[in-house]
């Protein structure tokens, strides 16, 4: 049993009935399966964006879900290949937009949902080629988020609707990253389907794209923006952690409170994924807040016996999820 404890962490985790013999007090999530360690990451990052919404006349209520979010994670014993591992089978949820472990499920549904229909986009339009498009505006203060994310959406309507625009169909997620000097900086990762003949005809180098979304912004200085397309043998499977990403990174939401408390109110309601074209059919699952948090699998059989659950509760004090005694 001593590989449960000290030295190496091991990857399978033994049969519970095996449990008992050691000191369940001392037995974290993160020692017997070492893939769920991101809980503790992202529960510990909870609990500081709790705090930062605690006696906030707004926001106070946002703190007191979160306390509860993912108190308990209820695990089902899977075996495979003569050993066990952990599959999350439970656990509460408070769904609010800012909660780390929230937006961390909530990224992880929109990725897998991402890489089960990509292929079948793939499937349909076999000659058609991806871009990778980045959109930025100059830096704005915190205070002038909203305005400036729903002027970068006026104007993305307008793009898309200019002759020039070369895409069929296309994906978008809005960014919001955090400066040094506490300014704001908002931009858009776009996933853009395009008809083969868009490198011979019509096709847009990085200045041409640059000019364009300049006048669609309607502004006087030449936006930053980026370009990149996927090689013809490349799956668009492999743009979705660019695609994909946080709204907001973990560590901006937790690094400065008088920010973070702007942002939750700039950002309130603010839709962050939107689809188009041909790919909207395909992938507008990804505009809504996904159902199941947990990640069910829906291929998964459950096994005829149940080999058991293990229950681990958020320890505060320790930042680390521990099994319930
Ligand atoms: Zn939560």
Known sequence: ????????????????????????????????????????????????????????????????????????????LVPQEGEYKLKLDNARFCRVRHCPVCQWRRSRMWKAKAYKVLPSIVEAYPKYRWLFLTLTVRNCFISELRDTLQWMNQSWQRLIKRKKFPAVGWLRSTEVTRSKDNLAHPHFHCLLLVKPSYFSTGYMKQSDWSELWKSCLRVDYSPVIDIRSLKASSSPNDLVPEIIKYCV??????????????????????????????????????????EDLIGKDENETKSEVDEGHLYFNWKYRDKRYKLKD
């Open 1 to 76: 049993m001593s590989n449960f404890l000290g030295g190496e962490t091991p990857s399978h985790i033994l049969p519970y009935k095996d449990i008992p013999e050691v000191d369940k007090s001392s037995i974290y999530l993160s020692d017997l399966s070492p893939r769920d360690k991101p809980w503790d990451n992202h529960r510990s990052n909870s609990d500081r964006v709790a705090n930062h919404y605690r006696d906030d006349v707004i926001f106070a209520k946002y703190a007191d879900k979160i306390d509860f979010c993912a108190q308990v994670l209820d695990f089902r």
């Open 249 to 290: 990174k973990e560590s901006d939401l937790t690094v400065n409170r008088e920010w973070f408390l702007e942002l939750t109110q700039q950002m309130h309601k603010m839709r962050t994924i939107a689809t188009g074209g041909v790919l909207k059919k395909y992938l507008k699952q990804l505009e809504q807040e996904p």
